[in-house]
């Protein structure tokens, strides 16, 4: 599927450019693209070091399960398959946690680590896992409570009242991840019905 | 609001380390060996990001969408609905940057507090970059075979696109 994504937008971008005279500035791209990859790399490079350092502590310490039983109610439904003591709980937990606050840059390196986490117990290491999916649903509606970025933006454009989008956002936010949700459950329950994996 | 964002880091870092203390963790140690597990992780998304970040950058820069977009202008004009919040409905699950940068142009010719640029700031806060997140962490684990994650993504997107539009009409309508 990415995989379609991907090659479709460049043939797409080059194609078109070469209808509308634009071949020019495709062929720039394409030399300071990987360096724009590059640097969003290193960007986030010494954020999941410093990361994945601390959670290393948290887990060994136990403290990770601790903050796995805070959603305990709410992760057991999400992921029944999964063992209530299972690692990738207090990750994913940390992970939605980080979200919330509007903490994007924390809640990347807990996502992955709880991917890595989930990854350990998966018979086929390219195929995705049922709370590989549920989770992945979860993180790309994005739940967040405060929309940092954006009320920063709406601050310096003078906006009068730059945070009573919060509210909007939130409901936004909730119908679109209940609506993944809602479809991801149903899909797994159509599957285990007709007896597939 | 802002404060409260600013303690919340330096007290989980705190709090970490402290508990770690407590239960007799070495946590130097401990933190390197996350450190090395984390720099391993860079190693595995970076060729992820670069074909990504490179494939959307190249799309933008072609003005496909415009291109596309120019020809339906006429028919949103005739329904008074603003064109400019179509593309970057659009681009929201293919790239953040972009997505953000369609909003900061409807603030500068809108202003923030108009319908369109309220609309644009719940647009942007309501969902994520769906197939680069997806892109990333399956990336990350070497995952081919995403199944149904994207198709359940993508309905969840357009879904609180939809949610977006009717309630920022009911809000500020």
């Given at each position: 599927m990415?995989?379609?994504i991907?090659?479709?937008l460049?043939f ?20 300071t ?26 887990e ?21 398959s ?25 809640a990347t ?16 290491k390219?195929?995705?896992?049922e ?25 310096m454009?003078?906006?009068?009242n730059?945070t ?11 119908i679109?991840?209940?609506?993944g ?16 994996k | 609001?802002n ?12 709090g ?15 933190f390197?060996?996350g450190a090395r597990?984390g ?5 595995h998304?970076a ?23 120019s ?5 949103f ?7 400019d ?12 940057s ?5 909003m ?7 202003g ?11 647009l942007?806060?309501?969902?994520d ?45």
């Open positions: 990415v995989n379609v991907w090659a479709s460049i797409i971008a080059i194609i078109y450019s070469f209808f509308t005279g634009n071949i020019e500035t495709i062929n720039n791209g394409i030399l693209h990987a360096e724009t990859g590059l640097n969003l790399i290193l960007d986030m490079m010494p954020l999941i070091i410093l990361w994945t350092g601390i959670m290393k502590i948290a060994k310490s136990g403290l990770l399960e601790v903050f796995s039983h805070f959603l305990n109610p709410l992760l057991q439904k999400l992921f029944p999964l063992p209530k003591d299972h690692k990738a709980l207090g990750y994913i937990a940390s992970n939605i946690g980080a979200n919330m606050l509007g903490l994007g840059s924390a390196p807990f996502g992955l680590k709880a991917m890595e986490e989930l990854q350990k117990d998966n018979p086929d390219t195929c995705a896992t709370p590989m999916i549920t989770f992945l649903v979860l993180n790309t509606a994005g739940v967040t409570l405060i929309p940092t970025t954006v009320i920063a933006l709406r601050m454009s003078n906006s009068a730059p009573e989008i919060i509210i909007t956002s939130i409901l936004a936010t909730t679109s991840s209940i609506s949700l809602t479809l991801d459950y149903f899909i797994r329950k159509n599957k285990k019905r007709r007896g597939v | 609001m404060t409260i964002s600013k303690i919340i880091i330096p007290l989980f870092v705190f970490i380390i402290f508990y770690g203390v407590k239960k007799k963790v070495n946590v130097y140690d401990t390197l060996e597990d720099l391993i992780m860079v190693f998304i060729p992820t990001i670069i074909a990504m970040v490179f494939a959307v950058n190249i799309f933008l820069d072609s003005n496909f969408l415009e291109g596309v977009l020809f339906l202008k006429p028919v004009n005739h329904m008074h609905l603003p064109m919040i179509v593309p970057m409905a659009l681009l929201r699950p293919i790239s953040g972009a997505s953000l940068a369609i900061n142009d409807i603030f500068l010719n809108y923030p507090d108009s319908f369109i640029g309220r609309l644009a700031s719940t942007q806060g309501c969902t970059t769906t197939i680069y997140v997806l892109a990333l962490y399956f990336g990350s684990i070497r995952i081919t075979k995403t199944r149904y994650a994207l198709p359940v993504g993508l309905f969840a997107d357009l879904m609180g696109i939809i949610a977006a539009f009717i309630i920022t009409f009911i809000f500020f309508g």
